[in-house]
C-alpha cells in the first residue's frame, strides 16, 4: 500500500464549478500538508500549505486536512479554464536526517468553457 | 527572475553513454534535490543535498550520482542510463530542509533511453 494516495483522474468539470480533490494517506507521522500544482511541461509550483488539521483560504482555493481521518482535501470555488493543471497533494514530517516529503501521484484536472 | 535551471530539455540517448542532467538556482537555497516522475508513480526522490559537499540518497538512488562543489549546481550524472530511467526529471531546490520551506522547481529534463 501507497503512503499517499491520490484519485488520478482525469476529473472534467465546467466552467464555474466547484472541484473538490482528495488524498488518503496512512503514515500518521505526517505532519505539514501541501497542494502542487502542475501545468504541462511544467515543473510543479506550491499552491497551499497547511500544519494542522481544519481549513484553510487563499483566494478561491480552500484546503483542508483531517488528521484522524488521515484524509486532505483541495477544494476550488468559480473554476477556471486556467485552473486545468495536474494537482499534486504532498506531505512530509521531520526526521534525523531532514524533512521526508511524499508526493501523491496527481489528479488531473480539466476545466471546460 | 528567481528561477530553477535544468538543461537540457529534452534528451534522447542510448544505453550505456553517460550522461549529465546539469541544474542551477538562482535564490542562494541551502537544498536541493533531484526527483522523476513516472505515470502512475509520482514524484520520487532520488539524491538530495543539504549542503555544499553534503548529499544524501533518497528514495530510488540506483545508477544515479550527483555532486555539490558549489551551492548553485546540483547536476545528476548516469554513468551507464538504461532504458528503465526514461523518465522525467525534476530539479527542486528550498531555502533550507524544514517542512515550511516550499519547494521550487525547474521544468524538467524529459530522458529516453533507447
Known amino acids: 500500500q501507497k503512503e499517499v494516495e491520490q484519485d488520478p483522474g482525469p476529473l472534467s468539470v465546467p466552467e464555474g464549478a466547484i472541484v473538490s480533490l482528495n488524498c488518503t494517506y496512512s503514515n500518521s507521522a505526517f505532519q505539514y500538508f501541501m497542494w502542487y500544482r502542475q501545468y504541462s511541461r511544467k515543473g510543479p509550483e506550491l499552491l497551499m500549505y497547511t500544519y494542522s488539521s481544519g481549513n484553510k483560504e487563499d483566494g478561491r482555493f480552500t484546503a483542508q486536512v483531517d488528521k484522524s481521518s488521515k484524509y486532505i482535501s483541495l477544494f476550488i470555488r468559480d473554476s477556471q479554464p486556467s485552473d486545468s493543471a495536474t494537482y499534486l497533494c504532498a506531505m512530509s514530517y521531520l526526521t534525523g536526517g531532514g524533512n521526508k516529503l511524499t508526493f501523491g501521484t496527481g489528479t488531473q484536472l480539466k476545466v471546460e468553457l | 527572475e528567481a528561477q530553477v535551471t535544468q538543461n537540457p530539455r529534452y534528451l534522447i540517448t542510448v544505453t550505456g553513454k553517460k550522461l549529465t542532467v546539469t541544474c542551477s538556482q538562482n535564490?542562494?537555497?541551502?537544498?536541493m534535490s533531484w526527483y522523476r516522475q513516472d505515470p502512475g508513480l509520482g514524484l520520487r526522490q532520488i539524491y538530495y543535498?543539504?549542503?555544499?559537499?553534503?548529499?544524501d540518497k533518497g528514495d530510488v538512488p540506483e545508477g544515479y550520482k550527483v555532486s555539490r562543489k558549489e551551492k548553485r549546481n546540483f547536476p545528476l550524472i548516469l554513468e551507464s542510463p538504461s532504458p528503465n530511467q526514461t523518465s522525467l526529471y525534476f530539479c527542486?531546490?528550498?531555502?533550507?530542509?524544514?517542512?515550511?520551506?516550499?519547494?521550487?522547481f525547474g521544468n524538467g529534463t524529459r530522458l529516453t533511453v533507447t
Open positions: 527542486a531546490s528550498s531555502r533550507w530542509t524544514g517542512s515550511n520551506s516550499p519547494l521550487h
Open positions: 543535498s543539504m549542503n555544499v559537499e553534503v548529499t
Open positions: 535564490m542562494n537555497h541551502e537544498y
